[in-house]
């Protein structure tokens, strides 16, 4: 039962965070791990986030207290979770500007403008995206790891514009985490590069990981990296100095896009680390369309569509987000020349 006062079977319990949940180890269940058992059995709780409770001392079995996540429960026993209620989050909620595209109990989808970072970290604990997701969600944030916090899944570049999924309670950031990661979430984005790809739609592949000369930097690597894949196909060429393209991910490595454009000589427009001088291709470039690709900002990458199946219903959401102002002035001025 919980602390509502009524009776749960193993497969009926629901983890919430301020409660307690019952758990009867059946006579086909013993043997098992008691951290796996009651993670399988919780409705919803992460094994890692058992096990914490489990070594906080939040689990017992009769009189006795359970603090080994790794013993083996046998039929016929009693377990008691007490779960405690969510912390407020250690990042503060602070109002932040982004645009909600859809919101409910399990997740919220929302547009990030460009400039905005996701984590608080060194340099920007605050005005994140996390803080204003916490301000935005308040108390419908269920807690995630303990804590009134929203469970980021994926994240985009600081100066990436474009659709992220937040999850709201334990149970949604685990399963969207599980499709993130075995690459069941459709993403498109939109980019300007310089030059032409050649061909004009295909495939970038190679391994990415650390830059040896450059720790900020990603890079095309033979050893230590991690494959990624990117579909790419140019939606529309300016002469032959720049390209609007769309880019579907098969991976989702830190950097992708950037990496693999850079390393096949056609690195995305405004990029501060991936574009270290003026590309070649900017002869192609009538002067006023030269000067707006060189002075743009930031790299002109967004994140126009994401798709995935909801968590708790299994309906499939798809949505989409046009280009910002800036790249849409981006495209204006490039278009101009012809």
Known sequence: MTDS???????????????????????????????????????????????????????????????EPAELVKAGQHYVLHIPPAAPAVPEGEHVPF????????????????????????????????????????????????????????????DTSGLMVAAKTEKAHLALSEDFAARRIDRAYLAFCWGCPNPAEGDYEGDIGRDKRDRKRMAIVTHNGKWALTHYRTLKAFAMGAALVTCKLATGRTHQIRVHFSAHGHPLIGDPVYLRRVPAAAKGLTPDARAAALDFP?????????????????????????????????????????
Do not use: W
């Open 99 to 158: 645009d909600v595209f859809y919101e409910d109990d399990d997740l919220i989808v929302l547009n990030k403008p460009a400039g905005l970072v996701v984590h608080p970290a060194p340099g920007n604990e605050t005005g994140t995206l996390v803080n204003g997701l916490i301000a935005h969600c308040g108390s419908s944030l269920k807690g995630i790891g303990g804590e009134r916090r929203p469970g980021i899944v994926h994240r985009l570049d600081k």
């Open 5 to 67: 006062g009524f009776s749960l079977t193993p497969n009926q319990a629901k983890a919430t965070q301020g409660t307690t949940l019952f758990f009867e180890v059946l006579s086909d269940q013993g043997g098992e791990r008691v951290d796996r058992f009651v993670s399988a059995h919780s409705g919803g709780l992460s094994r890692s986030r058992v096990k914490t409770l489990i070594e906080e001392g939040c689990l017992s079995c009769g009189p006795k207290t359970v603090t």
């Open 298 to 338: 930031r790299q002109a990458l967004h994140a126009t569509r994401l798709g995935f199946k909801h968590p708790r219903t299994g309906e499939t959401l798809s949505f989409e987000a046009p280009m910002p102002e800036d790249m849409q002035q981006l495209g204006q001025a490039l278009a101009a020349q012809e």
